[in-house]
């Protein structure tokens, strides 16, 4: 796995071998900063069920300022670690070792409005991609104008509409899917 563009162009970075994750393909992640666009420059990104961090580190390679890794998986922590610090990239970003839920909420708690909130849940999972998208949409964690995306399978048909979260584009690749999502504001904050 590497990265595709940006700063750290063509920089392999380091995946586990032998669990059961589901790295997003090279071609998945072009596909998704390309739609992202200069967009992502300056912006705050958060790379929710991480695994080896490539979608968030992508995101620092293309001029993010700062991505926050959510990942419980411990081994998966220190590879993102050492990912980070082979791209000398640790001070533009934070490892948070707790599940989504948790590590969502603590975000929140410091004041976070993040831009782009990328969420990759194991596909079996399918409860987690409505609960995330409610919990989402409920919080203050995204910006008024930010993104959630949600990677999952192109036979996995998401709602359009999950609280506040409605969906504004799909794109399917493969056997892969991304679901782009943007909070309504609700007629007090019109």
Partial sequence: MRIIAGLYRGRTLKTLRGLELRPTSDRLRETL???????VE??????????SGA????????????????????AAGRIIQA??????????????RASVRKGLRLLQ???????????????????????????????RIIAPDGLIILQHSRKEALEEQTGRCLR??????????LSFYKIRATMSEK
């Fill in 109 to 139: 708690e410091r004041g976070v409005q993040a831009d782009f909130c990328f969420l990759d849940p194991p596909y079996a999972a399918r409860r987690d991609y409505a609960q995330s998208l409610l919990w989402l949409s409920e919080s």
């Fill in 168 to 177: 504004v584009r799909l794109l399917a690749q493969g056997s892969n899917a």
């Fill in 83 to 96: 990912n980070l610090a082979s791209l000398d990239a640790l001070d533009h970003a934070d490892i948070i």
């Fill in 42 to 51: 300056g912006s705050l990104f958060i790379d929710a069920y991480a695994g």
């Fill in 55 to 74: 979608v968030g580190l992508e995101a620092l390679s293309r001029g993010a300022r700062h991505v926050s890794f959510i990942e419980e998986n411990a």
């Fill in 33 to 39: 900063f390309d739609v992202l666009g200069s967009t």
